[in-house]
């Protein structure tokens, strides 16, 4: 079972906040993802990350900015929420490349109101 | 550029009976990988399966089973005796050997009905 920790679970926040999704895990590997994902519709990788110091851009643009100081630790930052933010973020890592399987942490449901 | 297609929104099943899972995948590499994850109410993803482009032997595991025909860019997942706590979204994935990231489909959601 994999060991990836997305917190919060759930968080209901008013525009213009700024807010910070966090993501962990304990596996020691190199690569994390960051997808966004609307209730029962397919995956956007929005950010990833192949080490320390390192991150990019995924698929679909998002106002959001990572950082990647520690290897375990891959946080999410929106500067001003909006109610177009409003989705599920789910974080994930892997060991190798992305040709491997990712293994994903429970999400954070963001409500922007 | 890669896609993947998986044309059942939802399924509807009564326990214990069978069913599949269509994935149709489109990619120009000649080497590339396959997964399916499952994704239960509770929101996580839960990995299920990775084959890549050279094997395909089709792979059996409990009751579930994975057909991977090139021929046809196909990779297909059934669920023998279907049971209620199959209930969740499937998501097939597509990585080509150079990709920095995965190419999900939209998902099917699988209902199984006591």
């Known amino acids: 079972e994999a060991d990836i920790y997305q917190t919060p679970r759930y968080l209901v926040i008013g525009t213009g906040k700024k807010i910070t999704l966090e993501c962990s895990q304990t596996?020691?590997?190199?690569?994390m993802y960051w997808y966004q994902q609307d209730p029962g519709m397919e995956l956007h990788l929005i950010h990833y990350?192949?080490?320390?110091?390192?991150?990019e851009k995924g698929d679909l643009s998002s106002e959001s900015t990572v950082s990647r100081i520690r290897t375990e630790h891959f946080p999410l930052t929106l500067e001003s929420a909006r109610p177009s933010h409003t989705s599920q973020y789910l974080c994930?890592?892997?060991?190798?490349?992305?040709?491997?399987?990712?293994?994903f942490g429970p999400g954070t449901r963001l409500t922007v109101t | 550029a890669q896609k993947v297609t998986q044309a059942q929104t939802e399924i509807s099943v009564v326990e214990k009976e069978d069913v599949t899972l269509d994935c149709v995948y489109e990619?120009?590499?000649?080497?590339?990988?396959l997964f399916w994850y499952k994704q239960p109410p509770s929101g996580e993803l839960v990995f299920l399966i990775r084959?890549?482009?050279?094997?395909?032997q089709n792979e059996i595991s409990g009751r579930y089973s994975w057909n991977f025909q090139k021929s046809t860019s196909s990779f297909n997942f059934t669920i023998t005796a279907s049971q209620v706590v199959d209930s969740a979204v499937y998501f097939c994935?597509?990585?080509?050997?150079?990709?920095?990231?995965?190419?999900f489909g939209s998902g099917t959601q699988l209902t199984v009905l006591p």
């Open positions: 994930a890592s892997s060991e190798y490349s992305a040709t491997y399987e990712q293994y």
């Open positions: 596996m020691g590997h190199d690569k």
């Open positions: 990350s192949y080490g320390v110091n390192s991150t």
């Open positions: 990619t120009r590499d000649t080497t590339y990988y």
């Open positions: 084959r890549n482009s050279f094997d395909e």
């Open positions: 994935a597509l990585a080509s050997g150079s990709a920095r990231q995965l190419t």
